[in-house]
């Protein structure tokens, strides 16, 4: 392809279009648009014979999934607010627990010595005095 400076060119145009392009660029768009058309047109029979006569379309689903969104948010919220009441009352019982889980040096003591040498200890004590 030959280039062109622009001090070629000047004014000219370079760039040619083929004769009678734009007397029948009508006419060929709308006999492409009618031809693309009829495909379609047999391509979703085809495929809905297929799929037993159900055409789902994008704006027929759409209304169904939000739908089904707005219950599953619905029913998370709902089970979210009846798992916080029924811990709410639970959650100092669980503290309390949880307090007690921590060994203290008494529970040391007795699960070292165990319950028969710390009485027998007192008992000891008390006889010699």
Do not use: C
């Amino acid at each position: 392809m030959k280039k062109f400076t622009l001090k070629e060119t000047g004014d000219r145009n370079v760039f040619r279009v083929p004769e009678d392009y734009f007397a029948n660029l009508e006419m060929q768009l709308n006999e492409r648009i009618v031809a693309v058309e009829a495909e379609n047109k047999l391509e979703s029979r085809a495929s809905s014979h297929k799929r037993g006569g159900i055409i789902l379309t994008m704006q027929s689903v759409r209304p169904l999934l939000y739908m089904a969104a707005m219950f599953v948010l619905l029913l998370f919220s709902i089970a979210l607010v009846f798992h916080y009441k029924s811990t709410s009352g639970s959650l100092r019982a669980q503290d309390i627990s949880a307090e007690q889980a921590v060994p203290t040096a008494e529970d040391y003591l007795i699960s070292s010595v165990g319950t028969y040498g710390i009485s027998q200890y007192y008992v000891e004590s008390q006889v010699t005095e």
